[in-house]
């Protein structure tokens, strides 16, 4: 079973840094995509960045400038590092996956929460 697992995460003040990770684990044949998404209370989830096995990489408009992801095909993980945090930054992160075992699946982690405070 291929399961994707975020660290990291937590409280930080306006205008810190946080960085997550993501491990993904299994029978893996190949990772293409992979990427991290949040959810703030009472909104959809919405992408915050993406990148691809090659290729451009892809972030939102509200983070660019301050988040960069990373990744390292040869661990099958992905990093976010977050800086010049803000409150509306505040969300549970998700990590997300397209990964190939048998077949090629879209795999999510369970999340992790982010706090930022005024």
């Known amino acids: 079973q291929v399961q994707p697992v975020e660290s990291g995460g937590g409280l930080a003040q306006a205008g810190g840094s946080l960085n997550l990770s993501c491990a993904a684990s299994g029978s893996i044949f190949s990772i293409n995509r992979m990427g991290w998404y949040r959810q703030a209370p009472g909104k959809q989830r919405e992408l915050v960045a993406t990148?691809?096995?090659?290729?451009?990489?892809n972030y939102a408009d509200s983070v660019k400038g301050r988040f960069t992801i990373s990744r390292d095909n040869d661990k099958n993980t992905v990093a976010l590092q977050m800086n010049s945090l803000k409150p509306e930054d505040t969300a549970v992160y998700y990590c997300?996956?397209?990964?190939?075992?048998?077949?090629?699946?879209?795999?999510w982690g369970q999340g992790t929460q982010v706090t930022v405070s005024s």
């Open positions: 990148i691809p096995s090659s290729g451009r990489i």
């Open positions: 997300n996956a397209e990964i190939t075992t048998s077949y090629r699946g879209n795999y």
